[in-house]
């Protein structure tokens, strides 16, 4: 024997264990039950559809044509033509529904669902699912069903009916004249035909899985939409945690490292005071250290203010924002009007604005007054911010306005600037107020 003889009967022997194997494997016969279930789904698919085609446009070549007879039939025909686009695309989802429990119970094989929401521009609300694509891959779906799971299950029953069907017409030759060779052909084409099934189903299960992903599930603009709109949520909810960690660290040095200063500080002045008696040394040390204390809280309550005032929270923006302007060093005309306040990082995002607005003018802008009006329109916080400086601001120019397009971006809001040189200068943020 060859040395190629000798491999070679190995591969074969596996390869015809591997497809004796098959016949029971779990997966042959999950694909098996899959490509069986199609077979009436597929039918009942094209069924149904095709009923209400056919129904409606009889019902609509009826009228066109007059009806004839009494006029409750005429009725009748008018609610097939309109209930037939109503109903419709329910009629698909459920058989879309029916599919994917298909999928999931045989195969364990999850298809999401697409976006209820429809996307197109129908007048009426009834017939808006026919503007989404997802009602129309779905019916191309059903439609292709009848192909897929019609003749697949079809196909896959034969295959596994070929042994039984080959024996019968073996034992039939073999009554009629004992026609050996052809019986014994028809036995073996049987058997081929048997251990072929469990291949040909899961052929007919992985066309049907690759269709239904393609036509049941999402398709790629509404996964797109879904990305866009799990980053919105992802982007708001940072914002809304960084803003909830800012409160929290200006509350702890509010109420921690202030108020330790402040004490310091108020024992410092009192040992100022109190030890006039004390060396020359000791003294200046003692005074040093007081001024040095006075300064550190000044600065840490102007850092607390910045990071985030506490009135913010308490009061909103009407009572904040004089704050402000009140430690503009121009003068400053502001109007607030708002009815009902915002969400606390709408409000946030509005008074850094104002704040870093009012510090650009004082250092960039040269003017002599400036502007401030903050106003609720419907859903919307608009502010505004004007100064007759000498212009030509832009985010581009280094002035920090960058950064504010950035906070208004982060909220889903809008910054515009109008600033010629020259002057006047006009900074617009409009923001999404979520109350």
């Known amino acids: 024997m060859t040395w190629m003889e000798t491999t070679a009967a190995p591969r074969s022997r596996g390869a015809a264990q591997g497809a004796l194997r098959a016949l029971w494997s779990a997966r042959s016969w999950r694909t098996t039950l899959h490509a069986l279930l199609g077979l009436p789904l597929g039918i009942a698919g094209w069924v149904v559809i095709a009923g209400l085609g056919v129904g409606w446009a009889a019902a609509l070549w009826s009228l066109i044509e007059g009806p004839t007879g009494a006029r409750l039939l005429a009725v009748a025909y008018v609610l097939v033509v309109v209930g037939v686009p109503v109903v419709?695309?329910?009629?698909?989802?459920?058989?879309?529904?029916l599919q994917r429990l298909r999928f999931r119970a045989?195969?364990?094989?999850?298809?999401?669902?697409?976006?209820?929401?429809?996307?197109?521009?129908?007048?009426?609300?009834?017939?808006?699912?026919?503007?989404?694509?997802?009602?129309?891959?779905?019916?191309?779906?059903?439609?292709?069903?009848?192909?897929?799971?019609?003749?697949?299950?079809?196909?896959?029953?034969?295959?596994?009916?070929?042994l039984p069907i080959a024996a019968g017409f073996a034992v039939d030759l073999w009554a009629d004249g004992g026609r050996g060779a052809a019986a014994l052909g028809s036995v073996v084409l049987g058997v081929a035909v048997t251990l072929a099934a469990p291949w040909v189903a899961r052929g007919v299960a992985g066309v049907d899985e690759v269709a239904a992903r393609a036509l049941l599930g999402p398709g790629r603009a509404d996964e797109l939409t879904?990305?866009?709109?799990?980053l919105a949520r992802s982007r708001a909810e940072i914002v809304a945690a960084t803003d909830a960690e800012r409160r929290r660290i200006e509350r702890d040095l509010h109420d921690g490292t202030q108020q330790r200063l402040v004490s310091l500080a108020m024992h410092l002045g009192m040992a100022r005071t109190s030890l006039t008696d004390a060396d020359e040394p000791a003294r200046e040390a003692i005074?040093?250290?007081?001024?040095?204390?006075?300064?550190?809280?000044?600065?840490?309550?102007?850092?607390?203010?910045?990071?985030?005032?506490?009135?913010?929270?308490?009061?909103?923006?009407?009572?904040?924002?004089?704050?402000?302007?009140?430690?503009?060093?121009?003068?400053?005309?502001?109007?607030?009007?708002?009815?009902?306040?915002?969400?606390?990082?709408?409000?946030?995002?509005?008074?850094?604005?104002?704040?870093?607005?009012?510090?650009?003018?004082?250092?960039?802008?040269?003017?002599s007054r400036c502007e401030v009006t903050v106003e609720r329109q419907g859903d919307r916080l608009l502010?505004?911010?004007?100064?007759?400086?000498?212009g030509g601001a832009a985010p581009a120019g280094g002035s920090?306005?960058?950064?504010l397009a950035q906070r208004a971006a982060a909220v889903d809001?809008?910054?515009?600037?109008?600033?010629?040189?020259?002057?006047?200068?006009?900074?617009?943020?409009?923001?999404?107020?979520?109350?």
């Open 226 to 230: 879904q990305r866009v709109q799990s």
């Open 106 to 162: 045989v195969l364990g094989v999850e298809l999401p669902v697409p976006p209820p929401r429809a996307r197109g521009g129908w007048p009426l609300r009834p017939l808006r699912p026919w503007g989404a694509s997802a009602t129309w891959r779905q019916l191309a779906y059903h439609l292709l069903a009848l192909v897929i799971g019609g003749a697949g299950g079809a196909l896959v029953a034969v295959c596994w009916l070929a």
């Open 287 to 367: 005074a040093k250290a007081h001024d040095e204390a006075v300064a550190a809280l000044a600065e840490l309550r102007e850092f607390v203010r910045g990071l985030h005032p506490a009135v913010l929270n308490d009061r909103g923006l009407d009572a904040a924002l004089p704050g402000i302007v009140a430690r503009a060093p121009l003068p400053v005309r502001l109007r607030v009007d708002m009815s009902s306040r915002c969400s606390p990082s709408i409000e946030a995002v509005a008074y850094f604005v104002v704040s870093e607005s009012l510090t650009n003018v004082a250092k960039h802008a040269r003017a």
């Open 413 to 435: 809001g809008t910054l515009t600037i109008d600033s010629p040189p020259g002057g006047p200068t006009r900074i617009t943020v409009e923001l999404p107020c979520e109350s």
């Open 88 to 97: 419709a695309p329910w009629c698909v989802r459920a058989l879309s529904a």
């Open 383 to 390: 502010v505004v911010v004007s100064d007759d400086g000498q």
């Open 400 to 403: 920090g306005l960058d950064g």
